[in-house]
């Protein structure tokens, strides 16, 4: 999920550790909305959640408020742990690293498909591995409608965008059905020498 944080009403998310509190809320909700997206109307027993080791990992809320907001709000969700894994990035420490080296990866090829490259020593390398990934990438952005989709990866994985719109502190509401998919792709504008237009 990609977090447009201009968008964001600062006051809903208080003074004090502002991007964690933002990180452990935005965590809990692409958590469910994954779940009920990939696994609609079924009961759902989730073994583990793995995370990244870092400064999630010491916050007050972070490795157990997810789980147990989720389980007592969710009556088909249940979970057999109460606090989320921290892995370090080191696959040689834990060989289950290998799945935080492999969302890396994506979340890398995904910034710059959605921001663009830098020219570097590196650049034609990178090229070569976002165009084989801007495929899969332009399939993860469709609309949820295709439910025959004829590709495997099918509600296995997605991305999705928020908040459509901006919105103050009076209009929580506002914050509701606020997911969309279309966005300026900003790779392919360079590969094409196209110019976005400002407004």
Not at 68 to 81: D, G, K, M, V
Not at 132 to 145: G, K, T, V
Not at 166 to 182: H, I, M, W
């Amino acid at each position: 999920m990609g977090i447009d944080d201009s968008k964001l009403d600062k006051h809903r998310f208080g003074s004090k550790q502002e991007f964690n509190n933002k990180y452990n809320r935005f965590f809990r909700s692409t958590v469910l909305y994954a779940l009920k997206c990939f696994f609609p109307n079924k009961k759902i027993i989730d073994e583990d959640i793995f995370h990244e080791e870092g400064q999630q990992q010491h916050h007050e809320y972070f490795p157990w408020h997810s789980i147990y907001r989720i389980e007592t709000q969710e009556e088909n969700i249940s979970f057999n742990t109460n606090e989320i894994t921290f892995l370090p990035k080191d696959h040689r420490k834990d060989e289950r690293s290998n799945i935080i080296q492999l969302a890396d990866l994506l979340l890398g090829l995904c910034k710059s498909i959605l921001h663009g490259i830098k020219k570097s020593k590196t650049v034609l390398f990178r090229k070569e591995l976002l165009d084989l990934f801007l495929p899969l990438f332009q399939r993860m952005i469709e609309e949820p409608e295709n439910k025959n989709s004829r590709y495997s990866h099918a509600y296995r994985i997605m991305m999705r965008f928020f908040p459509k719109n901006r919105s103050g502190p009076e209009d929580l509401e506002t914050y509701l059905n606020q997911f969309y998919t279309n966005r300026n792709l900003r790779y392919i504008e360079q590969k094409s020498g196209q110019l976005r237009l400002s407004f």
